[in-house]
């Protein structure tokens, strides 16, 4: 990705301290999701590393990667499967637990979204220790599917999120 976007894209995010709690610099991408042209760029370089790889599921975590997997998903003519905080699921569901930078927290997809042997692509909004993406890999591995890669707008490098998913492809847009 070329050092312009970088710089377009990084401009457009607001940066937030102190939220949700006191220490957490908080990226919010609803400034850049306003701007068409941002939103637009920034789809096309999630979507360009996995053009060509045969994506048959993009997952998306509530909330944010809600925004962003759907249109990847669409843009790789594959499904979007939702992944979602319990309680929210209505029919049988895996659940996993994870820890965040400052918490901890579980996720649940239904039981039949992902077939064994499908290619599943990950997609966020940010990645920090890389919990909720390594709880989501465990879920797609636990369906018997193959985890193809995660892609991320924003990685937060000093989190060291990207140690706990390694033995997995990742693109991630801006790391801060």
Request: aromatic fraction near 10%; proline fraction near 5%.
């Amino acid at each position: 990705m070329d050092a312009q976007l970088i710089a377009q894209l990084k401009s457009e995010i607001r940066e937030i301290p102190d939220w949700p709690k006191k220490g957490i610099l908080f990226y919010d991408v609803t400034t850049l999701l306003k701007k068409g042209d941002c939103f637009g760029r920034t789809i096309d370089a999630l979507v360009e590393p996995y053009r060509d790889r045969r994506i048959d599921l993009v997952l998306g975590m509530e909330a944010r990667g809600f925004i962003f997997a759907p249109t990847v998903a669409y843009a790789l003519k594959a499904g979007f499967v939702p992944v979602r905080k319990p309680g929210k699921l209505p029919a049988d569901k895996l659940r996993v637990s994870y820890e965040l930078e400052y918490g901890t927290d579980c996720l649940e997809i239904h039981r039949d979204a992902v077939q064994p042997g499908q290619r599943v692509l990950i997609v966020d909004d940010l990645i920090a220790t890389g919990g909720t993406a390594g709880a989501v890999a465990e879920m797609v591995e636990t369906m018997k599917a193959t985890v193809v890669g995660f892609a991320f707008l924003v990685e937060l490098a000093f989190l060291k999120g990207r140690e706990r998913i390694a033995e997995y492809e990742i693109h991630s847009l801006l790391t801060y």
